[in-house]
């Protein structure tokens, strides 16, 4: 089955604890992207990725990571946790260069105290 | 960068009426168009799209219309059903860049 997971899908952590949040897809797409979900304000897109060790900033990146060593593998990484990025985190992949379908994984609601 | 706005942010019809929700954009680069669906407590889902080469598309019950010159989309539900009600949200693509509107909270009452 063609899908993207992510784990863990939900989390509550503290201020500081670094925490990475995995995303995965079987389709083979070249771009994944990491989005956040804010009541009111739609998705904003945190990280993109063309392809294996290409990665961008999107809209609102500061006080995340990411890294693309494998084509199916996009993880998000929060070095420093802050009580702002507590927030519903989707991670999505398309076939190419992002203007196609997205397909998007489950969500990870996470919770900074 | 592209700035996408969205209206309105709540709507509520009676089933079998028509729902139209509008979105514009801020740069003309922006080529692509799509819309999706998010049920409560689930991911958002690709229900329509359009290129900017193309000024309508329908799909069933489903039809959005792009005005490029105005920098506007819109998306259009024709018979709404109570399993329409949803969040939706329109985006505009331009060079790997996608943004998302705020989106709208469609209600259809039974």
């Known amino acids: 089955e063609a899908q993207v997971t992510q784990n863990p899908r939900y989390l509550i952590t503290v201020t500081g604890k670094k925490l990475t949040v995995t995303c995965s897809q079987n389709?083979?797409?070249?771009?994944m992207s990491w989005y956040r979900q804010d009541p009111g304000l739609g998705l904003r897109q945190i990280y993109y990725?063309?392809?294996?060790?290409?990665?961008d900033k999107g809209d609102v990146p500061e006080g995340y990571k990411v890294s693309r060593k494998e084509k199916r593998n996009f993880p998000l990484i929060l070095e420093s946790p802050s009580p702002n990025q507590t927030s519903l985190y989707f991670c999505a992949s398309s076939f190419s260069q992002g203007a196609y379908e997205q397909y998007f994984g489950p969500g990870t609601r996470l919770t900074v105290t | 960068g592209e700035n996408v706005e969205q209206h309105p942010s709540t709507l509520s019809v009676q089933e079998g009426d028509s729902a139209v929700i509008k979105c514009t954009y801020s740069d003309s680069a922006s080529n692509y168009f799509p819309w999706y669906k998010q049920e409560l407590g689930k991911r958002p889902q690709l229900i329509i799209d359009?290129?900017?080469?193309?000024g309508e598309k329908k799909d069933q019950r489903i039809a959005v219309t792009l005005n490029k010159t105005a920098k506007h989309f819109s998306l259009h539900i024709t018979e709404t059903q109570p399993e329409d009600s949803a969040v939706y949200f329109c985006?505009?693509?331009?060079?790997?860049?996608?943004?998302f509107g705020a989106g709208t909270r469609l209600t259809v009452k039974p």
């Open positions: 389709m083979n797409h070249e771009y």
């Open positions: 985006a505009a693509y331009n060079n790997n860049d996608m943004r």
């Open positions: 990725s063309m392809n294996v060790e290409v990665t």
């Open positions: 359009i290129r900017s080469n193309v």
